[in-house]
């Protein structure tokens, strides 16, 4: 098992934050839009929870990467611009953030590509792409090939960096893993029902440990996701610091930005190659 694309690391540590703001609940339904006390709940991620979140990483002097909707950044125009300054990384996290599975291929197809123009316009490079709530569609990779982006991070085929097989060329996948997202931990509304339990931060924090105390026992790549209107309030911004200050004591951990480690694992000979395809399934067995 090839470990170039990690160096000489015992893991990697992507610090993924993605920036959802209002879409994960309009995307529920319009309506939500007259909700006040629910929009600025998630008013509270790019508003308040970003700045904190980078005024952390400036502390601590680790990159990280930005998944933001095209929707956000266009209503939040000086959004991206605030993210790349400081030295980060600005990816694809669709445009309406609703999920590839729940549209027509004609919609997801239109859906990423608005997106991209949003990005464009505003002069920001884009080269890797996270799908909304992580339910890619089998569509989801070809539009990342085809429309030149180095990488993919929403699949969980490993723990490592693998690459994909599409129509117009491989491309790279960073795996991600619902132990690793702070939604299952921090989120909650009661409408629309987005998760129902908030966890201490100090118990995320040594479930985090561990997760990674593992992964640098198989040089495996640590992508966490966190969400600003989650992971910025103020406990568990501490816990997220306290992760952060644990894994650099370690010393043999690498902070990088989601496309150096795709770039890294892109010029890896020995990476490895899985297959993406649907299952055959059977209507006699699976009859739904």
């Not at 952390?56 to 990159?63: A, F, G």
């Not at 998944?67 to 996290?93: N, Y």
């Not at 629309?192 to 479930?207: A, C, N, T």
Request: hydrophobic share 40%.
């Amino acid at each position: 098992m090839s470990a170039n694309w990690c160096g000489e690391a015992a893991a990697v540590v992507t610090l993924t934050f993605d920036v959802d703001a209002e879409t994960p609940i309009l995307a529920r339904g319009r309506g939500y839009a007259r909700h006040a006390t629910t929009m600025s709940h998630q008013a509270y991620g790019p508003e308040v929870g970003v700045p904190r979140i980078l005024d952390l990483l400036d502390d601590l002097e680790v990159p990280a990467t930005f998944f933001v909707p095209g929707w956000v950044a266009e209503h939040r125009p000086g959004l991206t611009k605030s993210i790349v300054e400081r030295g980060h990384e600005v990816a694809h996290h669709s445009y309406s953030h609703r999920p590839p599975t729940s549209m027509t291929p004609e919609e997801e197809r239109a859906d990423f590509v608005r997106a991209l123009e949003v990005f464009s316009a505003q002069g920001v490079e884009i080269v890797g792409h996270r799908a909304a709530l992580w339910e890619a569609s089998w569509q989801t990779t070809e539009l990342v090939a085809e429309h030149g982006l180095l990488y993919d991070s929403s699949l969980m085929g490993d723990d490592r960096p693998y690459r994909l097989p599409t129509e117009h060329r491989e491309i790279v996948e960073l795996p991600v893993h619902w132990s690793l997202d702070d939604w299952e931990q921090y989120a909650y509304l009661p409408d629309p029902h987005i998760g129902s339990v908030i966890e201490s931060p100090l118990k995320v924090l040594e479930m985090w440990r561990a997760e990674l105390d593992g992964m640098r026992h198989y040089r495996s790549l640590f992508n966490l996701c966190a969400h600003p209107f989650l992971s910025g309030r103020p406990g568990r911004a501490l816990a997220l610091r306290r992760f952060v200050e644990y894994a650099l004591a370690c010393g043999d951990v690498r902070f990088a930005r989601c496309r150096d480690v795709a770039e890294a694992a892109a010029a890896d000979p020995g990476l490895t190659r899985r297959p993406h395809r649907a299952p055959e399934t059977d209507s006699l067995v699976y009859p739904r």
